[in-house]
Structures are given as C-alpha cells and as structure tokens.
C-alpha cells in the first residue's frame, strides 16, 4: 500500500512561443522509449526487425510503463505534447491514465508580459506540475497530489509577476541541456543532472519528492520567498502505523465527532513539534502543545490556555491532520485497556528495543501479556506509587497502536424474549402484598378514637349522680351544718364544673387528634394518586408490555430513580458510552453507575471501541482480506 503513496516521477512542463517542452523531470534515471525497444526480442533468431513494424511491436510491448519503482516508456517529446495543454484547460484539475500510471496536475495560465522598452521578458503561456503514479492509488491520494500541483503552481505563477522567477529558471534548464548535448560523448551527463546544478526550481522538486517518499510531507520556501506547507496523511499516518491507512475524510469524520471530553496524543515528541512550527506559527498553538496531557480533555485545556473550545478543537485539526497527534479518552483510573486487534505478531524486535529503552529495562512483552484481558488502569494500593510509570507505559503503547480503551455501551431490551429472570415478579403478581393503605396501620386509630368517646360519656353520668346525691342528702342538715353543706355543695359544684370542663377539653382534644391522623390517612392516599399520575406520565412513550416490565423492576417504586433513568433511555440504544452519558447529561461516575445498576435487569451492557478513535488505526483493505 505504501508504493501506491509515493509519486513516481514529477515532471515540470511549459508551453510558450517557441511550443511545448519538458523542462524538467526528477527522478531522471528511468530508461527511455528507445532502449525498451531493444529489450524487444522477436521469437525468431534468424528474422528480421523492421522498423515500421507497428503491429510486432504491439504483440510483444510490456502491458506496464513502470520498472523498478520507476516511470519509463515515455520520451520527453511524448510527455510535452501530453501536459501542455490548451487555454480553456488551464484553471482546472488535469487527469490522465496511461496502461498502469495516472498522472494529476493543474495547469496554468500565464499572459506574456514585456518591459518598459517593449520587449518581450516572458512567451510563457502556461505550464504544468505534473506527478506520476501508479494508476491503483486511491482516489483521496490522486486528488491530494492535484492539491499539491496546485499549490506549486500558483506559488511559480506569484513568483513569475513579482520578478519573472519562471522565465529565468527555464533559460537555466534549457541552457543546461543545451551545454550538455555540445559535450563530447564520454563527458555527456544526463542533461537533469547539471540542471539541478544551476536552477533552484530543479533542487526544489527534487526535495519535494525525495520529502513525500520519505516523510509524506512537504516545508520548504520556494524562491526564498512563498512557503509551501503539505501533508500526506495517508502517508503520515502510515509511517506510524505500519498497517493503518487513515484517508483526509476520515480525520474531518473525527474532527465533527469529537467531543470535549477528548483529548491528544502525540505521535512525535513534543519538543520536536515545537521545532518543526513556522516561524509565523500561531501563538496559540504553541500554548497548547505545551499545556496538553493525555491526562487533560480539551475542556481543561480550554481553560488552562485561556482559549474557547472552538480554537482549540481548530488547532487539533492542525494537529490530526498533519499526523502530528491522535484524539483519545483522557487517561484515568477508571479506563480499561485491551489488546488491539490490529496487534500483529509476532512483535518486531525495533518496537521491543524502544520500549526497553524507554521505560529502562522493562518488557514490551510482558506488558502485553497483561492487556491480554481487559484491565483497568489503576494500580492496586501497594504499587499505588507506580501510578506515574503505569499511565505513561499506556500512553506509550497507545501511541504506537498496541492497546484501545474499552467503553462500557447500554442497550435497553423490554421485549418478552430477553433473558431476564421474569419467575419471581410473576409469583408477587399472582400475591399481591397489601397496599400502602394497610401498611399506615389503621385499626390502632380506629380503636383509641372509640375509647376516649366512651371514657368521656361514663365520667360525665358520674359527675352527675354524684350531685344530686350531694343535694338530696343537704336537705335533713341543721343550720348549723347547713352552712358548712352549702359551703361543700359549692365546692362540689365547683370541682364538678372543672371536672366537666376538662372532660370537654379532653374530648375536643381527642376529636382534634382523630382528624389528624384521618388527614394523614387522605394525604397519604391523595399523594399515591399524585404518585401514580406521575408515574404514568414518565411512562407514557412506553407500550403497557414495556410500562409492566419496567415497572416490575423494584427501583421504579423510587420516583426520582425512575424519572432518572427514563430520562437516560434515549442514550441507552448501544451508541453513546458511558462517559459520553455523563458528559451530555453532567452527571457524575457514581450516579450513573448507581441508576445503571438499579435498573441492571433492563440493560444489556457491552464493552468494545470507541469508534471516533479507532478510525486512526484501521486496517489497510489488503490486511484485512
């Protein structure tokens, strides 16, 4: 996959007064058309060759116009006529398949233009930067290289108005190939060769395609002056990854799925990013390439550089792009870590020498024998010092593809066919336990009630009789003693007037207090109704075989649980984890494993990838068959 990557052959070309030509070309050491004509042999030794012998030709031609990793095939002349191109082409992207080799560029224009004296400083018309490659290179590849082209192009086009950059570097190659065709044949050099000696244009396309074979990236100044910044990606990120292939399409599905919660990884040292920043870079990318930590999401990097989360998720598309990070889930010490799939053995010794000297001695191996389940990234306490070394030792095997976190995704089941055990709610549905009412316990009311009632009336009748006995008794009494009668009927008056009066009190009392304990026993009943109301207002996007499975579940009696958890159904389909929840819904760890597990009967939980981040470590199509 990495060869269909690399151009094979960049060819310069430019049409003017004196016709088309091929200025220059790199790598220049293909052979022509004329030598693969003698490595034609006829099948038979004692013919001869005849040389309009179109038709023997065409039977025995190679199918291929590529050898040794090389374009051939095509003369100079063949290659001028093919890339200048017309004026109405100009402007566009130009793409030609030829046998096994597809060439993009993007021709432009130029108006010949004259100096103060009326002479004419340039008969350039048009020309074209053009590559080379293989014709099974994917289409997100054939159109970066056009992306390129064009970025060449109207870097030489600005440089061609401001101070004739163009006309100048053609009279350099042509004088070039003209020196070297006057030399004597044992001094002859390939024509290229010496013009790279004496054009800057010949050194900049050379260093453009030895930096995309080798780097799939190109930074260089072209006359000095415009910069010229491009990234490969799918080479990029192949380099990294011997085995992945991310295409650009892929980064901008990424960079619309990320989430606050994410953050970077850096693939390169950080120091050396820092370097290989222009000089003109953003401030504020260099604030944040010091700030970031895989143990920080982008929401505390947005307030630790003093930037909105728009700039930042800006600058990390800088970032993805040119394959200088990767987005993960912040390390913590609830991530759980697995072997990668895409994991290949066995692992090559160069990855084991660097983790070794990495982490100064340690196995690569035995490490991931360690993730060979799923494990948690916390240390148990007595190693709990070892904290450090352990989140580096995961970011590191991260970073080279090795591990993947593993999210924990819900998916709500209420269908009858699930594999819930059913039995036991069943049975309480066949014996129902008695209602909430029973539960208050009423007969002790009922029965204190009658009591105080009947008490009052007896010590009433009392106190009556005993009056009139009192009175009845006066009437045989002397004077003498009919005083101290009167003065103890009095008394007794008195005592049974208190009596009575405490008698109407306690009843009142008693009465006052059986109205309570009913208005108890009517806002208990009146908040059950508004209980149930509620209830089947939560419920009410649910069908009654799906309202009786969840309310068979014991903690939907807990209204504030239920409403918690039917609020969490629509995350609940197997396409938002559970950080993903926590983050939307601002929810803490503990709350949401708290809800998850009350209602555990109704879930169906799995653990794999997350899919924003997995895309940067994808198979290549020819891995995978």
């Known amino acids: 996959m990495c060869d269909t990557l690399n ?10 007064a004196d016709g088309e030509k091929l200025i220059f070309k790199y790598p220049f050491d293909s052979p022509g058309f004329e030598s693969e004509e003698e490595d034609i042999k006829p099948g038979n030794p004692y013919s001869c060759r005849i040389s309009e012998d179109i038709l023997n030709l065409r039977v025995n031609a190679e199918p291929t116009n590529i050898k040794n990793g090389q374009m051939s095939g095509f003369t100079d002349e063949i290659l001028a006529n093919m890339f200048a191109v017309s004026k109405s082409l100009c402007g566009s992207k130009f793409e030609l398949k030829v046998n ?16 103060e004296d009326g002479h004419w400083t340039s ?20 159109q970066s290289y056009h992306e390129l082209s064009q970025r060449i192009g109207l870097a030489i086009r600005h440089e061609e108005k401001r101070m004739g950059y163009l006309s100048q570097q053609t009279k350099f190659l042509i004088s070039a190939m003209d020196e070297v065709i006057n030399l004597p044949e044992d001094q002859q050099e390939h024509p290229f060769s010496l013009s790279m000696d004496r054009s800057s ?32 990606p799918q080479k990029v990120y192949q380099l990294n990854q011997q085995h992945s292939f991310v295409e650009p399409e892929t980064i901008f599905e990424c960079l619309e799925e990320l989430r606050p919660y994410h953050t970077l990884l850096y693939l390169v040292d950080k120091n050396d990013l820092l370097d290989s920043l222009s000089t003109d870079a953003s401030p504020a990318m260099r604030r944040l390439v010091r700030q970031s930590s895989p143990l920080k999401s982008f929401r ?16 990390t598309g800088h970032l993805l792009y040119w394959g200088k990070a990767t987005a993960i889930y912040p390390i913590c010490e609830s991530n759980v870590y697995v072997l990668a799939d895409t994991l290949h053995t066995p692992v090559s010794t160069l990855l084991q020498a660097k983790f070794s000297e990495r ?56 269908t009858a066919d699930m594999a819930w055990n059913f039995r036991q709610e069943a049975e309480k549905d066949d014996n129902p336990e008695p209602d909430f009412q029973l539960n208050l316990n009423l007969d002790p009311l009922k029965f204190q009630s009658n009591n105080s009632l009947t008490g009052s009336v007896v010590e009433t009748s009392l106190a009556g009789s005993d009056a009139g006995s009192y009175i009845s008794f006066t009437g045989s009494m002397t004077s003498d003693t009919r005083a101290v009668a009167s003065e103890l009927r009095s008394k007794l008056e008195d005592i049974s007037e208190l009596e009575a009066e405490s008698s109407g009190k306690r009843e ?118």
């Not at 060439?103 to 233009?113: A, K, Q």
């Open 7 to 16: 151009p094979l052959c960049i060819i310069v070309v430019k049409r003017g």
């Open 100 to 115: 096994d080799v597809r060439f993009v560029g993007h021709p432009v224009s130029l108006e010949p233009s004259k100096d």
């Open 123 to 142: 008969n350039i018309t048009m020309f074209q930067i053009v590559f080379a490659l293989k014709a099974i290179a994917n289409y997100s590849v054939v």
């Open 201 to 232: 244009l010949a050194k900049d396309i050379k260093t453009i395609y030895h930096s995309l074979c080798s780097q799939g990236e190109v930074r260089l100044y072209l006359n000095k002056w415009i910069e010229i910044s491009f990234c490969l």
């Open 300 to 315: 505390t990097l947005s307030v630790d550089t003093d930037l909105s989360l728009t700039q930042v998720f800006q600058l």
């Open 359 to 414: 982490f100064n001695g340690e196995s690569l191996l035995e490490h991931l024998a360690a993730f060979s389940l799923p494990m948690g990234a916390q240390v148990p306490p007595p190693m709990s010092l070892h904290q450090t070394k352990m989140t580096e030792i995961i970011a590191w095997l991260l970073r080279h593809g090795l591990i993947f976190q593993l999210h924990t995704y819900c998916t709500l089941g209420l």
């Open 508 to 625: 009142k009392r008693e009465k006052t207090s059986g109205e309570r304990e009913k208005e108890k026993v009517e806002s208990a009943l009146e908040a059950e109704k508004l209980k149930e109301k509620r209830r089947e207002e939560l419920l009410r996007e649910f069908t009654p075989e799906e309202k009786s499975v969840i309310l068979a579940v014991p903690a939907s009696n807990n209204l504030d649980d239920l409403a918690r958890f039917i609020s969490l159904c629509r995350y609940f389909r197997g396409f938002h984890h559970l950080e993903e929840i926590m983050y939307l819904e601002n929810l803490r760890r503990s709350t949401l494993l708290n809800i998850v597990d009350r209602f555990a009967d109704l879930l169906i939980k799995t653990e794999h990838e997350d899919p924003v981040v997995c895309k940067f470590f994808r198979r290549t199509k020819e891995h995978q068959v």
